[in-house]
Structure formats: structure tokens, C-alpha cells
């Protein structure tokens, strides 16, 4: 029974997106440990609010075109098979330009090549993996965060600034907008206070 008690509860459901402040530390820590790649794959997930499997699956041809960063980018979701556009922000060229300056080249052309397994991008399990250890690092529950916290974290911060929902649809590439309310835990008090807000 004690057993029982001192195990700490699972929490399920809805991956929680990060925070600004998160998001600040985490790259200050990953700057300051060297981790490129890693400060790279956190940028460009942010950025694109793509499925962790489709993160993992990006091409060097996904975000440069004639040896350059885009400043937007168009891929094909594993998972819809529709298109979706993305920004590449500043901050995160700086990061993967960094990256790519040591980034060992491979024919395949996979922005992050695997390193056990050549001719191979990074597994989506891999990619969970860092995700862990970058939460952990900053003091955060792991078990509240998954990869679907970065796809999350800037359409939700977007939502609470604007209410724009319909946007919020677009960046997730969501064919219906019931699933981008559900994705993003809108609910009824959302709609009564954006509502509330508004004067006729």
C-alpha cells in the first residue's frame, strides 16, 4: 500500500505546451552546453509545429533552397498527407546554420541524420528521448511534456493572444477547425470570454 502511495501519478492526456520562460531557458542551456543539434531540432520544432514524426523526417531541401535558409517552408504531413506551410524564424536559422556547419553530410539529404544507423534520419524515439532530457533540465515534470508540446506551443500562445482560431487551424494543417479546438483544449469559457470581449 505505501508502494502504492510514494509512486508519482501519471498524467495523461494532453501534453502541455511550453511557456515563454521555458522556452527561454531551454535554449540558454542548450547554448551554453554546445548542444547545436539539439538547440537546431528544438528551433525548427517550435517553428514548424510539425508531428514529431515529420520533425525527424525534414530534408535539407525542406528548409534551404541554392545554399540558403528559407524564411518559410512547405512540407507533406506523414499523417494527412496534406501540405502545410511553416515560418523559419531568426532565431531558428541561427541555430540550424550553426548546425549545419558540422553536421556531417550524407547523400539522403536528412536535416538530422542518425548516427547508429547511416542513410537514416534520427527516430522519432530519439527525438522523445532529447525532448525528456531538455525538460528535465530546466526542472519540469517529464511526464507533462511530449513532442506534441512544442507542435503546441506557439498555436496555443497565438490562441490566448488573439482568439484566432481559424489561424490556428492553418499552422496545424487540421482539416476541420473541431479539431483544432479540441487539440488546443478551447472550451466554452474560452468562447464566453472572447465573446465578452467584444463590443457591438
Known sequence: MTE??????????????????????????????????????????????????????????????????????????????????????????RSLADWLRIRRDTAEGWLFPSRMRPGEHISTRQYIRLLKRWITDVGLEPAAYGTHSLRRTKVA????????????????????????????GVELDDALELSEALEL
Open 157 to 184: 500562445l497565438l490562441y490566448r493572444k488573439t482568439g484566432n482560431l481559424r489561424a490556428c487551424q492553418l499552422l496545424l494543417g487540421h482539416t476541420k477547425l473541431e479539431s483544432t479546438a479540441r487539440y488546443l
Open 4 to 93: 502504492l502511495l510514494a509512486r508519482p501519478p501519471t498524467i495523461r492526456g494532453a501534453k502541455l505546451p511550453l511557456r515563454p520562460r521555458h522556452v527561454w531557458t531551454i535554449r540558454v542551456r542548450l547554448q551554453l552546453q554546445r548542444r547545436i543539434r539539439d538547440l537546431a531540432l528544438f528551433d525548427i520544432a517550435l517553428d514548424s509545429k510539425l508531428r514529431g514524426c515529420d520533425v525527424v523526417a525534414l530534408r535539407l531541401v525542406d528548409i534551404a533552397a541554392a545554399g540558403a535558409l528559407r524564411r518559410r517552408a512547405t512540407v507533406i504531413q506523414q499523417k494527412t498527407g496534406r501540405p502545410v506551410q511553416f515560418e523559419i524564424t531568426e532565431q531558428a536559422r
